[in-house]
């Protein structure tokens, strides 16, 4: 059980370029979930899906798009980066049912958006 | 929307310590979960609490639901190196989604 990963760890971009960030469960988990993570911020809901080809915003959706083509997996783009993009993405994803808010976190993805 | 306070910011203490920290809410919560997050991770599901007044150990580790549903508690008995790292409480009641505390630094002297 590898849990939650993200590809890829790190990342630099150029402002306006676009890139997709991946994250993968192998848990069965209904809901997935991607979060970034400022200094002084705490961990802010960009967006997340409560199954398959299901997704909705959550508080900071702006600038971000998402997929949840496959139960297993969340994707989250950016069209143009901007260099407020800069941050630590955190995927996760939890079960459903009385648990459903237990989150299980992957490892992060560092991005600069230079 | 909801608003959770975490105190402290931060904490220095000496290896053996107890370590004390809480989370309090501007309204109620129906689960309560506490998260440790060290440099360059994820955070990692330290315990998780569904019902008022439950009281939960994992290792060294003790955290409790208040009983008013607006707080909760989590204790770090005899503290040893490995327990640094920031530690994130996180609340949900209905169909809010989870909300964050904005962490507690804990660091240990030698």
Redesign the interface.
């Known amino acids: 059980n590898a849990g ?1 990963t993200q590809t890829p760890k790190f990342r630099v971009l150029k402002t306006g370029q676009s890139m997709t960030l991946l994250c993968a469960q192998d848990m069965n988990h209904e809901y997935m979930y991607w979060y970034r993570q400022d200094p ?4 802010r ?1 960009i967006h ?1 899906s409560v199954g398959e080809g299901t997704t909705a915003k ?2 900071v959706p702006d600038g971000y798009n998402v997929s949840r083509l496959k139960k297993q997996n969340f994707l989250l783009g950016l069209e143009s980066a901007a260099p407020s993009q800069t941050s630590v993405y ?1 995927c ?1 994803s939890s079960p459903p049912g ?2 459903r ?8 993805t560092r991005l600069t958006v230079l | 929307g909801q608003q959770l306070n975490q105190s402290p910011q931060s904490m220095f203490i000496q290896e053996g310590e107890d370590v004390s920290m809480n989370c309090t809410s501007s309204s109620i919560f129906n ?1 309560w ?1 506490w ?1 440790k997050q060290e440099p ?6 330290l315990i ?1 609490l ?1 019902k008022a007044g439950e009281l939960t150990s994992n290792g060294r580790l003790t955290a409790q639901f208040g009983i008013t549903r607006k707080d909760s508690f989590l204790n770090i008995s005899a503290s040893i190196p490995s327990d640094v790292g920031i530690y ?1 409480c ?1 609340g ?1 009641f209905g169909n809010e ?2 909300t ?4 507690t630094r804990l660091t240990i002297i030698p």
């Open positions: 939650v002084g911020m705490g961990l809901l997340y959550g508080e955190f996760a009385p648990q808010d237990t989150q299980y976190f992957g490892p992060g | 689960t979960l998260y360059g991770e994820g955070p990692v599901l998780a569904y994130f996180a949900h989604k989870l964050f505390g904005t962490g």
